[in-house]
């Protein structure tokens, strides 16, 4: 998801760098920001970013962009991984920045962690994000930057976990992010929540955005089969009917996955929630957020209204192929890629799937 501010275009015709970067950097890349990339002096160093900086107290209120500590009748909480919104030359996102702060919040608060706000109280941490330089340098200095991100995800998670009240130490939760988000998430999950008591308490992870071979998730944490299954993840990376992603799909399985064990991506019909059921027509799908609704964040801006039937969609060899319907706007990325749609293509379908699984969760442990 592109942050906000001065931007220079690259060329998107068939000789221009995003062309020719698109089909072979990592699928972890919101490839969006390849043309997004912040304007910089030629010769320019970088300024210092949250790289140089002390680690986020995540007890403060400001390290949050969104936590909702106060009791509410919702039966869960989300815990929710912002992707990128930090795109710059400086390794990591310095956390007092504030247009980026902002920009998280409109973009990804109000776009994607809104579709668990009937199921959940939510929380999202702000984090020393890994900016658009490490997604193309990722080896080396990028990959540290991705790693000082996952350790402030992981304090955030901590955090969150002991200033839970007495009575909520049993609350079902749901882990939840988008492409970077999914990425960390991913981790998270491995580490801190599969194969301790945590995973009994997980409603299911919500990871799309990046392609994660089957073999890769802890076994008990399993892909979810069905619209009601608990401690389970769904994942899926949309794309057109006529992309090419067998590059996509083999640098997922080089990236993530584990030898001798399933290399099948993970695709999740975010409008069936069934494997049994992996095409959906668009008559089926419960509302699309558009993209204007980014808008509403704005100063007496009237939030945008809801796109019924937006798009038809099928799991097909690992990737959600996706057809929007008749004048809905999703356009897709120049190799056909719709990341930027992925939650917002299924807003209505995902909100309404977070509350059965939160009630399933429920009648499970009564």
């Known amino acids: 998801m592109p942050a906000r501010g001065r ?3 690259i060329g998107a015709g068939p000789r221009g760098l995003a062309a020719l970067l698109a089909p072979i950097l990592p699928p972890i890349l919101p490839l969006a920001l390849l043309f997004v990339l912040p304007l910089a002096p030629a010769g320019a160093q970088p300024a210092p970013g949250g790289e140089t900086e002390a680690a986020p107290d995540y007890t403060r ?26 795109a710059s030359q400086a390794w990591n996102q310095p956390m007092a920045d504030a247009q980026t702060r902002a920009w998280t919040r409109a973009s990804v608060a109000d776009r994607q962690l809104s579709a668990f706000a009937a199921c959940c109280r939510r929380f999202m941490p702000f984090y020393r994000q890994a900016s658009t330089r490490a997604f193309v340098a990722r080896d080396g200095r990028g990959a540290q930057a991705y790693d000082l991100a996952y350790q402030d995800v992981r304090r955030a998670f901590r955090a969150w976990l002991a200033a839970q009240r007495a009575e909520d130490r049993g609350r079902p939760f749901i882990l939840a992010g988008h492409s970077q988000g999914a990425l960390l998430g991913l981790r998270l999950l491995k580490e801190e929540i599969a194969g301790t008591p945590l995973a009994g308490r997980l ?3 919500y990871l799309p ?21 608990t401690r389970c993840l769904v994942s899926w990376n949309g794309f057109t009917a006529a992309a090419d992603t067998a590059e996509w799909t ?14 099948a991506i993970v695709c999740t019909n975010p409008i069936t929630f069934d494997a049994a059921r992996p095409f959906a027509a668009a008559a089926e799908g419960k509302g699309m957020l558009p993209v204007a609704q980014k808008a509403a964040a704005q100063k007496d801006a009237a939030p945008a209204a809801m796109v019924a039937h937006p798009a038809a969609a099928r799991c097909q060899d690992g990737v959600l192929q996706v057809e929007p319907a008749p004048g809905v706007a ?11 749609h992925d939650i917002a293509l299924f807003w209505g379908d995902i909100s309404a799937n977070a509350a059965l699984r939160v009630r399933s969760w429920r009648r499970e442990h009564r």
């Open 7 to 9: 931007t220079r275009r």
């Open 61 to 86: 209120a400001d390290a949050w962009a969104v936590r909702e500590t106060a009791p509410s009748p919702r039966e869960a909480d989300v815990f929710y991984i912002h992707p990128t919104t930090f």
């Open 203 to 205: 409603v299911a992870a």
């Open 209 to 229: 955005g990046i392609g994660i071979p089957a073999g890769a998730l802890p076994t008990d944490v399993p892909p979810c089969l069905t619209p009601a299954q």
């Open 250 to 263: 083999r640098r997922s399985v080089a990236d993530y996955g584990v030898p001798g064990h399933d290399p």
């Open 330 to 340: 999703a356009p897709p990325l120049p190799n056909g890629s719709l990341h930027m």
